[in-house]
Protein backbone atom coordinates (compact mmCIF):
# COMPACT_ATOMS: atom_id res chain seq x y z
CA UNK A 1 0.00 0.00 0.00
CA UNK A 2 2.98 1.99 1.06
CA UNK A 3 4.72 1.89 -1.82
CA UNK A 4 1.49 2.09 -4.76
CA UNK A 5 0.66 5.20 -2.85
CA UNK A 6 4.23 6.76 -3.17
CA UNK A 7 4.35 5.81 -6.74
CA UNK A 8 0.81 7.69 -7.49
CA UNK A 9 1.96 10.88 -5.38
CA UNK A 10 5.04 11.23 -7.94
CA UNK A 11 4.66 14.65 -9.83
CA UNK A 12 4.81 14.65 -13.78
CA UNK A 13 8.18 14.28 -14.96
CA UNK A 14 9.74 13.45 -11.80
CA UNK A 15 11.62 10.28 -11.88
CA UNK A 16 13.76 7.88 -10.21
CA UNK A 17 16.29 4.63 -10.71
CA UNK A 18 15.76 2.02 -7.93
CA UNK A 19 17.16 -0.98 -8.13
CA UNK A 20 14.75 -4.05 -7.18
CA UNK A 21 15.51 -6.92 -4.86
CA UNK A 22 15.74 -9.10 -1.92
CA UNK A 23 19.19 -7.66 -0.79
CA UNK A 24 20.64 -10.89 -0.93
CA UNK A 25 22.46 -12.45 -3.30
CA UNK A 26 22.81 -15.98 -5.43
CA UNK A 27 25.37 -18.07 -6.43
CA UNK A 28 24.35 -19.95 -9.91
CA UNK A 29 24.82 -23.24 -8.42
CA UNK A 30 22.33 -21.58 -4.91
CA UNK A 31 20.01 -20.55 -7.66
CA UNK A 32 20.29 -24.20 -9.89
CA UNK A 33 19.71 -26.05 -7.04
CA UNK A 34 16.43 -24.43 -5.85
CA UNK A 35 15.33 -24.47 -9.33
CA UNK A 36 16.01 -28.65 -9.00
CA UNK A 37 13.42 -28.26 -6.34
CA UNK A 38 10.68 -26.50 -7.97
CA UNK A 39 10.60 -28.47 -10.99
CA UNK A 40 10.99 -32.18 -9.41
CA UNK A 41 14.29 -33.31 -11.16
CA UNK A 42 17.89 -33.04 -11.17
CA UNK A 43 19.26 -30.41 -13.87
CA UNK A 44 22.53 -31.26 -16.10
CA UNK A 45 25.05 -29.07 -15.80
CA UNK A 46 28.37 -28.35 -17.33
CA UNK A 47 31.02 -27.03 -14.66
CA UNK A 48 33.17 -24.82 -15.54
CA UNK A 49 35.93 -22.18 -14.27
CA UNK A 50 34.23 -18.59 -13.44
CA UNK A 51 35.05 -16.45 -16.18
CA UNK A 52 37.73 -14.00 -16.01
CA UNK A 53 35.67 -10.97 -14.29
CA UNK A 54 32.39 -12.95 -13.26
CA UNK A 55 31.68 -11.75 -9.86
CA UNK A 56 30.79 -14.56 -7.17
CA UNK A 57 27.94 -13.48 -6.35
CA UNK A 58 25.34 -10.50 -7.72
CA UNK A 59 23.16 -8.49 -4.77
CA UNK A 60 21.13 -6.06 -5.60
CA UNK A 61 20.91 -3.32 -2.96
CA UNK A 62 17.37 -2.14 -2.20
CA UNK A 63 18.27 0.14 0.40
CA UNK A 64 17.45 3.68 -1.30
CA UNK A 65 14.31 1.92 -2.64
CA UNK A 66 13.18 0.76 1.04
CA UNK A 67 14.36 4.40 2.46
CA UNK A 68 12.24 6.56 -0.41
CA UNK A 69 8.90 3.97 -0.69
CA UNK A 70 8.88 1.93 2.08
CA UNK A 71 9.84 -1.54 -0.08
CA UNK A 72 9.67 -4.30 1.38
CA UNK A 73 10.35 -8.01 -0.51
CA UNK A 74 7.51 -10.46 -0.36
CA UNK A 75 9.43 -12.71 -2.20
CA UNK A 76 12.26 -15.35 -1.97
CA UNK A 77 14.84 -17.34 -4.82
CA UNK A 78 12.18 -20.08 -4.09
CA UNK A 79 8.71 -18.34 -4.68
CA UNK A 80 10.09 -16.67 -7.43
CA UNK A 81 11.17 -19.50 -8.99
CA UNK A 82 7.99 -21.31 -8.79
CA UNK A 83 6.11 -18.38 -10.13
CA UNK A 84 8.20 -18.30 -12.95
CA UNK A 85 8.18 -22.32 -14.22
CA UNK A 86 4.07 -22.09 -13.50
CA UNK A 87 3.72 -19.28 -15.71
CA UNK A 88 6.21 -20.61 -18.31
CA UNK A 89 4.52 -24.22 -17.87
CA UNK A 90 1.17 -23.33 -18.64
CA UNK A 91 2.40 -20.80 -21.58
CA UNK A 92 4.09 -24.18 -23.14
CA UNK A 93 0.62 -25.82 -23.03
Known amino acids: MA??????????GEHEYFNLGSGNGY??????????GVVGHPIEKKMADRRAGDPPRLVA???????KLGFVPEHNLDSILKSAWS???????
Not at 3 to 12: N, T
Not at 27 to 36: A, D, G, P, R, Y
Not at 87 to 93: A, D, E, G
Open 87 to 93: YFSKKKQ
Open 27 to 36: SILEVIKSLE
Open 3 to 12: LEHAIKSMKA
Open 61 to 67: SVSKIKE
